[in-house]
């Protein structure tokens, strides 16, 4: 996805959000510079899924946990090295024409339904819950994201149900690269209710982790917790939990439903437990958007 949305058939591609060489470091979401020689306060904030920016059309539910598109606001760019979380419900039979993109590395995450993605390196593929998925723009792409399966094989009945899911963008720890692709179902590995590495640059996850992106300063982990069942944070400079389904107890802090989001600086180590069927996801940072700026 790319920022406000263009209407089903358009080739217009969307605005982009704002490049990492112009983000604010202003407001509660961004740490002071490292190059500074200033140390991150400890901080746990907590954002709640009504509090989220919207873009809706007629096919698009679309909720922004950080600025995009037309809803900017300078104290709300990033944290850490994430610049986008959005959660998308698409309409059967539309989504996002193809458009591009550059220096990101996206990642997408269904929750329920199928997305399928098209870009100019040949790669496609369905997207589908418990399948990681990223693409690396490097020095320039084009893609597409439809919910529109029924269409790869020419012969499938359409369906009417639409596509739920979460994309994130992280920024690559170098510009220019080449373009890239990769997916892998992780749904065996999440079944055993820890935090399971899904896509990660960092030197510890090598092997480890369903998919790489390229920034080896962060790491996305995603957790599908029964009632009863936790698991423990990891401690980093910058942490990012999204509750995508269902509802927890983060320790310390208080009961997250789907939608909730916490940013946390400087601090981890937090159990979060589940009170009913949940998924959360949480990026892992060790580095934020000024540690590349110069």
């Known amino acids: 996805m790319s920022a406000t949305p263009s209407s ?57 946990s950080f600025s995009f598109g037309h809803h900017y606001d300078p104290s709300n760019t990033h944290h850490g090295l994430l610049l986008v979380n959005n959660d998308d419900t698409v309409a059967a039979g539309t989504g996002f024409e193809t458009h591009p993109h550059r220096d990101m590395e996206i990642v997408t995450w269904v929750l329920r339904g199928s997305l399928v993605h098209q870009d100019s390196t040949g790669h496609s593929g369905v997207i589908y819950p418990g399948l990681a998925q990223r693409m690396s723009a490097g020095r320039g792409i084009l893609h597409s994201e439809k919910n529109d399966s029924w269409r790869l094989d020419g012969g499938g009945e359409p369906h009417d149900e639409p596509v739920h899911f979460v994309q ?47 920034n080896r300063f962060a790491a996305l982990c ?22 995508t389904q269902g509802e927890v107890t983060l320790e310390g802090t208080g009961v997250l439903r789907a939608g909730d989001a916490v940013r946390f600086t400087a601090t981890g180590g937090q159990r979060v437990s589940a009170s009913a069927p949940a998924e959360i996801l949480v990026w892992e940072m060790h580095k934020a958007i000024e540690d590349f700026l110069g």
């Open 8 to 64: 089903p058939g358009s080739s217009t591609p969307p605005a982009a959000v704002p490049p990492a060489a112009t983000l604010s470091t202003a407001g509660p979401s961004s740490a002071a510079p490292s190059s500074a020689g200033l140390r991150p306060q400890p901080r746990i904030d907590i954002r709640r899924a009504d509090d989220r920016a919207a873009t809706r059309v007629g096919w698009l539910d679309s909720h922004h």
């Open 168 to 214: 994130m963008w992280v920024a690559p720890d170098r510009r220019g690269i080449d373009p890239g692709y990769e997916q892998l179902e992780i749904d065996d590995e999440l079944l055993r209710g820890g935090l399971v590495p899904v896509a990660s640059g960092m030197a510890r996850h090598r092997g480890q982790s369903a998919i790489t992106i390229r």
């Open 222 to 243: 995603a957790a599908r917790l029964s009632p009863g069942r936790d698991v423990t944070l990891p401690e980093a400079p910058y942490l990012h939990l999204f509750v």
